[in-house]
């Protein structure tokens, strides 16, 4: 499978600052990228969908003026969450996708996950 | 829309006990079926995975079969041990060609395992 990074694994920030999170994909070509957030001992609720070069599509109920998501090339995402406060703690986890037919096609590769903190 | 629904932990057991966690899902058409592993503090690991109808998938002495009959993907393992302490997703990618990639969680099943 595909290897995905994420940078930084855990930030600490305090409320009105903005954070951004990138996603790496280091030996695919990422033509989809997916981000998702995780609260505690819950499962993963999407975010948004990326296609590369394109506007994302935001799930319902998710600030896209919030969260911003740019997906510039098919090795990088970034999610950047603008004015943080408290409740946008959580752990956001990309996953990454590929074209179909090709190697990985529909498969999702995960990154190992980012940690916010908002003080 | 596509669901899964996943048996609720936490689940504990001692090393070396037979592991089922259950998973049933609604969906249209012929679903992709997963299992997915958190480790504590990680990203989501694939685990396994089967395509369609019949199909058993199987990894690290875990299996999981695919029974369209009774929209079922349990999760099996016969011994259990101490390092497969971690949270256990089940979920599918739906087969139309709209929800091609995305993929539908179910709410995860901590599991820990006692020496």
């Known amino acids: 499978g595909a290897v995905v990074s994420q940078h930084p694994s855990r930030v600490i920030c305090k409320s009105g600052t903005s954070v951004k999170i990138e996603c790496r994909s280091l030996?695919?070509?990422?033509?989809?990228m997916f981000w998702y957030r995780q609260f505690p001992k819950q499962s993963l609720m999407l975010m948004a969908t990326s296609n590369e070069g394109s506007k994302a599509t935001y799930e319902q109920g998710v600030e896209k003026d919030k969260f911003l998501i740019n997906h510039a090339s098919l090795t990088l995402s970034t999610l950047t969450v603008t004015s943080a406060h408290p409740e946008d703690s959580s752990f956001y986890i990309c996953?990454?996708?590929?074209?179909?037919?090709?190697?990985?096609?529909?498969?999702?590769?995960f990154g190992p996950g980012t940690r916010l903190t908002v003080l | 829309g596509n669901s899964v629904t996943q048996m609720e932990g936490p689940v504990t057991l001692s090393e070396e006990a037979f592991l089922t966690i259950n998973c049933t899902y609604t969906?249209?058409?012929?679903?992709?079926l997963f299992w997915y592993v958190q480790y504590p503090g990680e990203g989501l690991q694939l685990l396994l995975k089967a395509t369609k109808a019949d199909d058993k998938g199987s990894n690290k002495g875990f299996e999981a079969t695919y029974r369209k009959e009774t929209t079922s993907f349990h999760l099996e393992k016969g011994s259990v041990q101490v390092s497969d302490s971690a949270v256990y997703f089940c979920a599918l990618r739906g087969s139309s060609s709209g929800s091609a990639r995305q993929l539908t969680f179910g709410s995860g099943t901590q599991l820990t395992v006692l020496p």
């Open positions: 030996d695919f070509q990422a033509t989809t």
């Open positions: 996953s990454v996708a590929g074209l179909a037919g090709l190697r990985g096609g529909n498969e999702q590769f």
């Open positions: 969906a249209t058409g012929y679903p992709s």
